[in-house]
């Protein structure tokens, strides 16, 4: 049985809606999340004379993962804040 016209329509206005909706989702990725993801990386690390200007959140050494976040500058802004 051959599919009907109005269905070989129906899925090409399916392709059509994802690709519309995928498009700004894909922009708001590139340009958005990933620099503030970089942004958020180097807030929470610890700041260092070196290139780059900032340390390592996470490390892996003798089969051990080591997580470093500096929550300092955070605790400063929330300190002052309330007073």
């Known amino acids: 049985m051959k599919p009907s016209l109005s269905s070989a329509?129906?899925?090409r206005m399916?392709?059509?809606?994802?690709?519309v909706i995928a498009f700004p989702l894909v922009w708001l990725t590139l340009f958005f999340l990933l620099p503030f993801a970089l942004v958020l990386k180097i807030s929470l690390s610890e700041a260092a004379i070196a290139i780059p200007p900032y340390g390592p959140l996470l490390e892996y050494?003798?089969?051990t993962l080591h997580v470093?976040?500096?929550l300092?500058?955070?605790l400063f802004y929330f300190r002052i804040?309330?007073?």
Request: hydrophobic share 40%; glycine share 10%.
């Open 9 to 11: 329509l129906f899925k």
């Open 14 to 19: 399916q392709l059509g809606r994802r690709a």
């Open 61 to 63: 050494a003798d089969q």
């Open 68 to 70: 470093f976040l500096n």
């Open 72 to 74: 300092g500058n955070y």
């Open 81 to 83: 804040r309330s007073i």
